[in-house]
């Protein structure tokens, strides 16, 4: 089935729940902690954003549940926020997980992006598994080639990739980049669902701070 744009913001009522990482929609509650996360210059560096203000920060926000070529998920630490009942989202933010139609002529093809913003909660493999529960999520709406594009000095990026098994296809001088690629052939799709046979789909609600 071919992806239609519309069917992007889907993810609006969406919570995928697996071992290590939660991921909800991006809503107004995550922005001020989002915003603290980009004040730092690295952070901005390896995902090549520019300094927004807050009130930029929500306008963007707003952009993301909107538009129809780009899906995002929130990552929380689920071992966090499930520790305690009533816990807000904000105080579990990992990261984020992104995905971004770059090609009108061709649907199928997604980029897609991960930040594990918060430093505590890097080298425990969130990244990895929030990459794979949004490949799960998009593949069932028709989309089978994934790219990433990571800056050339970003080695864990690169590995992690790697590990879910993307190939290079193209460097960057330019812009310092290299481009990795997966085809989601039968047997890939097969290892996907292996992988992510344990994530779980629930309703969202924008408010609620604990899985429904």
Same mark, same amino acid.
């Given at each position: 089935?071919?992806?239609?744009?519309?069917?992007?913001?889907?993810?609006?009522?969406?919570?995928?729940?697996?071992?290590?990482?939660?991921?909800?929609?991006?809503?107004?509650?995550?922005?001020?902690?989002?915003?603290?996360?980009?004040?730092?210059?690295?952070?901005?560096?390896?995902?090549?954003? $520019?300094?927004?203000?807050?009130?930029?920060?929500?306008?963007?926000?707003?952009?993301?549940?909107?538009?129809?070529?780009?899906?995002?998920?929130?990552?929380?630490?689920?071992?966090?926020?499930?520790?305690?009942?009533?816990?807000?989202?904000?105080?579990?933010?990992?990261?984020?997980?992104?995905?971004?139609?770059?090609?009108?002529?061709?649907?199928?093809?997604?980029?897609?992006?991960?930040?594990?913003?918060?430093?505590?909660?890097?080298?425990?493999?969130?990244?990895?598994?929030?990459?794979?529960?949004?490949?799960?999520?998009?593949?069932?709406?028709?989309?089978?080639?994934?790219?990433?594009?990571?800056?050339?000095?970003?080695?864990?990026?690169?590995?992690?990739?790697?590990?879910?098994?993307? $190939?290079?296809?193209?460097?960057?001088?330019?812009?310092?980049?290299?481009?990795?690629?997966?085809?989601?052939? $039968?047997?890939?799709?097969?290892?996907?669902?292996?992988?992510?046979?344990?994530?779980?789909?629930?309703?969202?609600?924008?408010?609620?701070?604990?899985?429904?």
């Amino acid at each position: 089935m071919a992806l239609q744009a519309a069917t992007m913001r889907l993810n609006q009522n969406i919570l995928l729940l697996g071992k290590k990482v939660a991921l909800v929609p991006y809503t107004s509650e995550h922005v001020p902690r989002y915003h603290e996360w980009m004040k730092s210059e690295e952070l901005r560096r390896l995902t090549a954003s $520019e300094p927004l203000t807050l009130e930029q920060e929500y306008a963007m926000q707003r952009s993301w549940r909107e538009d129809v070529d780009k899906c995002t998920f929130i990552v929380l630490d689920a071992e966090k926020w499930q520790a305690q009942s009533g816990t807000s989202e904000e105080s579990c933010m990992a990261g984020d997980v992104n995905l971004f139609l770059t090609d009108l002529g061709d649907p199928s093809l997604g980029e897609i992006e991960v930040m594990i913003a918060e430093p505590s909660c890097r080298g425990q493999g969130l990244g990895t598994e929030a990459v794979l529960m949004m490949m799960l999520y998009v593949t069932r709406l028709g989309l089978t080639k994934f790219e990433a594009k990571i800056g050339q000095g970003n080695e864990p990026s690169i590995r992690m990739f790697r590990k879910l098994h993307f $190939e290079q296809v193209a460097v960057s001088s330019v812009f310092q980049e290299v481009t990795l690629r997966l085809m989601m052939s $039968e047997p890939e799709r097969q290892w996907l669902l292996e992988q992510t046979s344990y994530v779980q789909e629930k309703p969202y609600r924008e408010g609620v701070s604990e899985p429904c």
